[in-house]
């Protein structure tokens, strides 16, 4: 069965640094394309960083400077590292992930359970 499984997160001060990592296992033929996004309380969940398979980025605005996406192919693992983290970044990070299973068959939505970042002093 195919997983995908985030790690990484915790509680940091606001300023530090995090990195969460998010391994995609079992038969996959292909990933396109992969990103990370978040849920804090009582909000709307929303798009942090994308990246495609040839390593194009996309940001939210809100995180730009701060935050960056990549990814290894190889691993079939995408990271995403957060410097200069505030207290509005405080959410359930969840990983997804574009995966074609099979040869000739659709591709799909993924997505982890979710790791949680806390930033408090």
């Known amino acids: 069965q195919v997983q995908l499984v985030e790690s990484g997160g915790g509680l940091v001060q606001p300023g530090g640094s995090l990195r969460l990592s998010c391994a995609a296992s079992?038969?996959?033929?292909?990933?396109?394309?992969m990103g990370w996004y978040r849920q804090a309380p009582g909000k709307q969940h929303e798009l942090v960083a994308s990246i495609t398979s040839s390593g194009s980025t996309n940001y939210a605005d809100s995180v730009k400077g701060r935050f960056t996406i990549s990814r290894d192919n190889a691993k079939n693992t995408v990271y995403l590292q957060m410097n200069s983290l505030k207290p509005e970044d405080t959410a359930v990070y969840y990983c997804?992930?574009?995966?074609?299973?099979?040869?000739?068959?659709?591709?799909?939505?993924?997505w982890g359970n979710g790791t949680l970042v806390t930033v408090s002093s």
């Open positions: 079992g038969t996959i033929f292909s990933i396109s394309g």
């Open positions: 997804n992930a574009d995966l074609q299973l099979f040869p000739l068959g659709p591709g799909a939505d993924y």
